[in-house]
């Protein structure tokens, strides 16, 4: 018995380990992927955010606890059929909060200062005053009077869900003893996920000053005289902060070169970026019994992942995605070991173990971009061609500026790669009571990203030139200005955005390790359908804010029959 279960836990250790490895980031290729290999420190100035742990699929505790392989035969001479029932529901916690909002925000900071007003000791008209994080111009941002204006945003992002787990455990075969030799299970997780930016906004210089009404901006949309009303404007398409804008008729790039918009999602308004409701995906899996003792089983499993999730469109700043979007080919396997066993009362001590691994396939979806070296340089003023920077030079208006949002967002083709998850529960089961302690690790590779660019656009400067030149300001960020930067019309081929010149990595999902602690506890009855009725609890976190800091509370029903 001891040669057996030494054997067993070196075959798990072994599917495991497999399933664990992770090649480091590459970009051979002529593809990205995000450089931290060991999802190790915080993350900012990110553009796209998911939650790569799918509540109730393989291997989280909302669907393994009280709901694994022995659950078919629980019922003698029944038909090896088990069905489970869940309800789940929870929210990101303080800290979740906290580290989206480095996320999204600019240089780890999520309270964030937008002035137009420039620096004055140095007098240096290409700064920004020294407190200063954003250059309020670029978001069209423009007062009666050339008032100047000031004003201090922060970024508070919340994750909340609901969600039903409906799974169906079948033995197929049975081995000579009543055991579940081959068997298959059907699990389809549903939820409705709910993001909210919620963006509070204190103005400091020119709250009572209005906007420029002389002549329109940007992409012709009228001034806005806040940053609330610049992240809604309609003619800036992409990472809105809001649930519902119409946007206007624009000239964005169909991205036709790189790949076929029919297969990523419509550039139409969608006024439920922040909340979905979806199946998060199917998980169809054939199981076989290689070992099964009264006191230890193992377990292998391959599987298919059918993709029922929504795919990113990058209308809004994180906005609310299902499950997932790509095919996964899945692998794994179940180990269970009695540690104690109480034979006076039928009880038993034991761990149970679930390694699910999955590998997932690429498929095409909207990301957004920012520049090397510039944080948040999507919202910057651009010219999107030589035409536009030709009329500006002519007579100076902000028209024929454009968003640079619309233009860094592109339609690529992402491949999340390998990921794992590995759930341990420690196990109390009694003639009446159960209960479950336990932790679960997930792993996942990053995104990577085949780089898909049009030339033309190029980083608009800050005023209108003299005679022939043409302002162009390669050096510009979304702080400073460099307006003495500005390069003639000459100088435009060399100064466009070039596919090299974009931060693939500020549009992916990096590398992610994470951590369930969970507890739950539930009660037994019935001998004709045996059946478990539990309630419990877990709190997910990480090294880094690559994965959701929060809580989750689930209850569910398992019936065998």
């Not at 022995?70 to 909060?97: F, I, P, W, Y």
């Not at 690790?441 to 400067?461: F, H, K, M, N, S």
Request: glycine letters at 10%; one cysteine or more; hydrophobic letters at 35%.
């Amino acid at each position: 018995m001891k040669n057996l279960k030494g054997t067993l836990l070196v075959l798990g250790a072994c599917v495991f380990a497999q399933s664990a490895q992770a090649d480091c980031c590459s970009t051979n290729g002529g593809g990205y992927s995000c450089s931290d290999c060991y999802a190790a420190g915080d993350y900012t100035g990110q553009t796209f955010f998911t939650d790569v742990v799918i509540k109730g699929a393989i291997g989280t505790p909302e669907h393994e606890v009280f709901f694994r392989r022995n659950v078919m035969t629980a019922r003698k001479d029944g038909c090896g059929s088990a069905l489970e029932v869940g309800l789940l529901g929870g929210a990101s916690s303080a800290q979740g909060t906290r580290e989206l909002g480095k996320w999204f925000g600019l240089n780890y900071k999520s309270k964030l200062v937008a002035t137009t007003r420039s620096a004055t000791n140095p007098a240096n008209p290409d700064l920004l005053a020294d407190d200063a994080d954003i250059d309020a111009y670029h978001f069209n941002i423009k007062l009666a009077g050339d008032a100047d204006f000031t004003s201090t945003i922060q970024l508070c992002p919340k994750n909340t869900f609901v969600g039903v787990d409906l799974a169906w455990k079948q033995v197929l075969c049975e081995d000579d003893e009543g055991g579940a030799r081959y068997w298959f299970e059907l699990n389809m997780p549903i939820m409705r996920v709910k993001n909210e930016v919620r963006l509070s906004e204190n103005i400091s210089e020119g709250a009572d000053v209005d906007a420029y009404t002389d002549t329109l901006g940007i992409e012709s949309q009228p001034y806005v005289n806040s940053m609330r009303a610049a992240f809604m404007q309609p003619g800036m398409k992409y990472g809105r902060i809001t649930s519902c804008i119409v946007p206007a008729a624009s000239t964005t790039t169909t991205n036709n070169v790189c790949c076929g918009t029919s297969n990523c999602c419509s550039t139409s308004n969608n006024c439920c970026d922040m909340k979905r409701t979806r199946v998060s995906e199917i998980d169809l899996r054939l199981g076989h019994n290689w070992a099964s003792t009264p006191c230890c089983s193992l377990d292998g499993y391959l599987g298919l992942v059918i993709p029922t999730g929504n795919q990113s469109c990058a209308k809004s700043m994180f906005e609310a995605m299902v499950g997932t979007y790509h095919f996964a080919l899945q692998w794994g396997s179940e180990v269970a070991f009695t540690m104690y066993k109480w034979d006076d009362c039928d009880a038993s001590l034991m761990i149970r173990t679930v390694g699910d691994g999955r590998y997932y396939f690429s498929r095409n979806e909207w990301r957004t971009f920012d520049l090397v070296g510039k944080q948040w340089s999507r919202y910057m003023q651009i010219f999107k061609n030589q035409e536009d920077m030709i009329a500006f030079a002519a007579d100076g208006s902000d028209i024929h500026k454009s968003f640079g949002v619309n233009y860094l967002t592109r339609c690529v083709k992402i491949s999340p790669r390998a990921a794992f998850n590995w759930n341990t529960g420690l196990v109390y089961e009694g003639p009446c009571y159960t209960g479950e302690l336990g932790w679960t690790l997930y792993t996942r590779q990053a995104d990577y990203i085949q780089p898909c660019w049009e030339e033309g656009p190029v980083l608009a400067g800050t005023v209108a030139p003299e005679v022939d030149t043409t302002p162009i300001s390669k050096a510009r960020t979304i702080r400073d200005r460099y307006g003495r930067s500005d390069s003639t019309a000459t100088e435009y081929d060399r100064l466009k955005i070039k596919a090299w010149d974009i931060n693939w990595n500020s549009g992916s999902q990096p590398a992610v390790l994470g951590y369930t602690f969970y507890g739950a506890a539930g009660y037994k009855w019935g001998e004709c359908y045996p059946s478990v009725l539990s309630i419990g609890g877990g709190y997910d976190f990480g090294h880094s804010n690559t994965l959701l800091h929060r809580w989750t509370l689930f209850g569910k029903l398992a019936v065998s029959f």
